[in-house]
């Protein structure tokens, strides 16, 4: 299950980033977003197991984007995007059932510094990224400022280059969802502000469209 969540929490990252500073289109009830380019991502997660049976989780991940976002009811994005979040949470892992979780996160935009060697090497230098606090109970979250912090690192190819084609739809009868990208991906390292973080570099198009209210 938790690698699962990994992986669920790859995908939310990416898409957050394109929309931290759009809440009002994302959250229409009739939303496409597509992306173009050339992106990384380091991401670290570590859980435990709580006496309560719970798990809690903290999670950590650093992306970098440099192409063409095109979102519903938005200007299209041409440019470079870098990315910090982090994230305690807590979950029941037999319901799945979510409790109390806290993050920081935030973008910087059209900031020059970074640099794509194709699926070489990508590399980010310092770069200031101002950060929001968000803290969720059960029921509801709250977003507060909370400073800056400077991201940097570089990615490393490592390996073979593999391809992907795929589409996934999720439908529930009220709720559609459909994710669908083509894409040249390669696993890399990873040398900057997240010690020991996965890490791989990827390049191609990627879609998301939904019906669903969020």
Same mark, same amino acid.
């Given at each position: 299950?938790?690698?699962?969540?990994?992986?669920?929490?790859?995908?939310?990252?990416?898409?957050? &980033?394109?929309?931290?500073?759009?809440? +009002?289109?994302?959250?229409?009830?009739?939303?496409? %977003?597509?992306? %173009?380019?050339? %992106? &990384?991502?380091?991401?670290?997660?570590?859980?435990? !197991?709580? $006496? !309560?049976?719970? +798990?809690?989780?903290?999670?950590? #991940?650093?992306?970098?984007?440099?192409?063409?976002?095109?979102? #519903?009811?938005?200007?299209?994005?041409?440019? !470079?995007?870098?990315?910090?979040?982090?994230?305690?949470?807590?979950?029941?892992?037999?319901?799945?059932?979510?409790?109390?979780?806290?993050?920081?996160?935030?973008?910087?935009?059209?900031?020059?510094?970074?640099?794509?060697?194709?699926?070489?090497?990508?590399?980010?230098?310092?770069?200031?990224?101002?950060?929001?606090?968000?803290?969720? #109970? &059960?029921?509801?979250?709250?977003?507060?400022?909370?400073?800056?912090?400077?991201?940097?690192?570089?990615? $490393?190819?490592?390996?073979?280059?593999?391809?992907?084609?795929?589409?996934?739809?999720? !439908?529930?009868?009220?709720?559609?969802?459909?994710?669908?990208? /083509?894409? /040249? @991906? /390669?696993?890399?390292?990873? +040398?900057?502000?997240?010690?020991?973080?996965? &890490?791989?570099?990827?390049?191609? @198009?990627?879609?998301?469209?939904?019906?669903?209210?969020?």
């Amino acid at each position: 299950m938790r690698s699962s969540i990994r992986l669920l929490g790859g995908i939310v990252g990416i898409l957050a &980033a394109g929309l931290l500073a759009t809440p +009002v289109a994302a959250a229409s009830p009739s939303y496409v %977003s597509k992306e %173009s380019g050339t %992106s &990384a991502y380091a991401y670290t997660e570590e859980c435990a !197991d709580n $006496t !309560d049976g719970t +798990v809690t989780c903290e999670s950590s #991940s650093l992306d970098v984007f440099k192409g063409v976002t095109k979102q #519903s009811g938005l200007p299209t994005f041409r440019g !470079d995007r870098a990315c910090y979040s982090s994230s305690t949470y807590t979950f029941d892992p037999n319901s799945g059932t979510p409790g109390e979780s806290n993050g920081l996160f935030g973008c910087a935009f059209h900031s020059g510094t970074l640099r794509i060697n194709r699926l070489i090497s990508i590399s980010l230098a310092p770069t200031s990224v101002e950060l929001t606090r968000v803290e969720c #109970s &059960a029921t509801e979250c709250t977003e507060t400022p909370a400073g800056t912090i400077t991201i940097s690192g570089t990615w $490393t190819g490592v390996g073979p280059t593999s391809t992907s084609k795929g589409r996934f739809r999720f !439908d529930d009868g009220t709720c559609v969802q459909v994710n669908a990208e /083509r894409s /040249r @991906s /390669r696993q890399a390292t990873f +040398v900057g502000t997240l010690a020991g973080a996965n &890490a791989r570099m990827a390049t191609g @198009s990627f879609s998301f469209r939904s019906n669903c209210e969020f």
